[in-house]
């Protein structure tokens, strides 16, 4: 089983929606919980990070843990094609981060 | 702030021959730095962590006598890809954890641009 799991997509919406996007991992004990994106050929670039159960919001962006279920959630709201690009969750702990396959998403003007 | 930089963007070499790529951490201090890498369409793949002035740590399946890390100061780490062969070829992307002034960036990792390696 891998430690982390993600949905790869591809995700299309129309701009101005909800996006919706999640990660399972299986070990309990991880703390760190992260979400960075990356654009075509790009390093990845960290949006959000929480260490604890419930919401964090930043902008458009919120991200959610809930620990109980081993489950983790990035929301965009007012989506724009900017925002295309691959969503990458990490979670793990201080020594080491488990990546996600990453979520295509595509917002389509 | 938190902003990290690699050299090359992209290189090209001949099977056997060696590259070295840089990873700086431009405004803070790395006291770790994360070497990955990320085939297409798939994630990032940890190879190792380097702490300055360490050796660095290998994940299982590695080699460490092909990928020589170096973290000699607190901004620059180097990974060399000794006697490189194509199916080294590869995204090869960086990462940095540290502190800076009153930039506390210790939890995370802030990543480079990434190095894209084609061995012919």
């Known amino acids: 089983q891998k430690e982390v799991e993600q949905d790869p997509g591809p995700l299309s919406v129309p701009e101005g929606a909800i996006v919706s996007l999640n990660c399972t991992y299986s070990?309990?004990?991880?703390?760190?919980f992260m979400w960075y994106r990356q654009y075509s050929r790009k390093g990845p670039e960290l949006l959000m990070y929480t260490y604890s159960s419930g919401n964090k919001e930043d902008g458009r962006f919120t991200a959610q843990v809930d620990k109980s279920s081993k489950y983790i959630s990035l929301f965009i709201r007012d989506s724009q094609p900017s925002d295309s690009a691959t969503y990458l969750c990490?979670?793990?702990?201080?020594?080491?981060?488990?990546f996600g396959s990453g979520t295509k998403l595509n917002v389509k003007p | 702030g938190a902003v990290v930089s690699q050299h090359p963007s992209r290189v090209i070499c001949k099977s056997g021959t060696s590259v070295k790529i840089e990873c700086r951490s431009l405004d803070f201090q790395a006291t770790t730095m994360f070497w990955y890498r990320q085939f297409p369409k798939q994630s990032l793949m940890l190879m190792a962590t380097?702490?300055?002035?360490?050796?660095?740590?290998?994940e299982q399946g590695v080699e460490k006598d092909k990928f020589l890390i170096n973290h000699a100061s607190l901004t620059l780490s180097t990974l060399t890809v000794t006697s490189a062969h194509p199916e080294d070829s590869s995204f090869y992307i960086c990462?940095?954890?540290?502190?800076?002034?009153?930039?506390?960036?210790?939890?995370?990792?802030?990543f480079g641009p990434g190095t894209r390696l084609t061995v012919l």
């Open positions: 380097s702490n300055e002035g360490s050796k660095a740590t290998y």
């Open positions: 990462s940095a954890r540290g502190t800076s002034g009153n930039l506390v960036i210790a939890d995370t990792q802030y």
């Open positions: 070990n309990s004990a991880f703390q760190y």
């Open positions: 990490a979670i793990g702990n201080f020594n080491k981060f488990y």
